[in-house]
């Protein structure tokens, strides 16, 4: 699978965004179509040092059983540490150009909120960007402003060739917009997370994304 194809239905999780253990979540999500995960262990009350590494270590090899990519929210230490597939950053999570050095050959993805960030992204060597947020969202508190699936369309027409996942307040009710507007995938949190069938709710998600030709 290309990576163009594991952005199509990324799923990005933590312990915080969990009612349930998160290794069951993940499995069930892995077993109904996810594509894509990344370990974000962030907010109040959320893991820390052994807890947190031990947590990341039984998602990755949940999702080794699965072979689809496993992802590390800025935490560049505990990726290197567990041999993750990649890490996404966003824009004040250091210098991205070091951050590339020290990732070598895996994945990067790098947040952006504007084509100057973005072509910024591409210089440094990201592999996908994250975009958003797309809609309202109360997973993270601090967004930036909204920006709708018409940044997408903005940063295609300006030439940005990166695959890019649209992020923030997607579900499969809005999915088709940001993948409509040229985003090659969506990434979700709560709408798999917070929900009381997990499989179901990617499941849902995977129909929309399909019907979109992603």
Do not use: W
């Amino acid at each position: 699978m290309t990576l163009r194809d594991s952005l199509s239905c990324y799923f990005v999780m933590g312990s915080t965004n969990c009612t349930d253990d998160p290794r069951k979540v993940l499995r069930d999500a892995l077993s109904a179509g996810v594509t894509m995960f990344q370990f974000r262990e962030k907010g109040e009350s959320c893991l820390t040092g052994i807890e947190a590494v031990n947590l990341a270590a039984d998602l990755h090899a949940i999702c080794k059983k699965y072979r689809v990519p496993f992802i590390v929210n800025d935490n560049i230490d505990l990726a290197l540490e567990i041999e993750a597939d990649g890490v996404h950053i966003g824009q004040e999570d250091g210098d991205a150009v070091e951050i590339r050095k020290r990732m070598g050959s895996r994945i990067l993805g790098i947040s952006a909120h504007s084509l100057t960030e973005a072509n910024a992204a591409i210089k440094a060597g990201a592999d996908y960007l994250g975009v958003g947020p797309m809609y309202p969202t109360i997973t993270k508190n601090d967004t930036r402003p909204v920006s709708g699936p018409i940044l997408i369309e903005e940063l295609k027409t300006n030439g940005i060739h990166l695959p890019i996942v649209g992020i923030g307040g997607i579900n499969a009710n809005n999915a088709t917009e940001v993948l409509h507007a040229g985003a090659e995938g969506v990434a979700v949190i709560s709408c798999i997370s917070s929900s009381r069938d997990p499989k179901s709710s990617v499941r849902n998600l995977k129909t929309v994304i399909q019907e979109a030709g992603k």
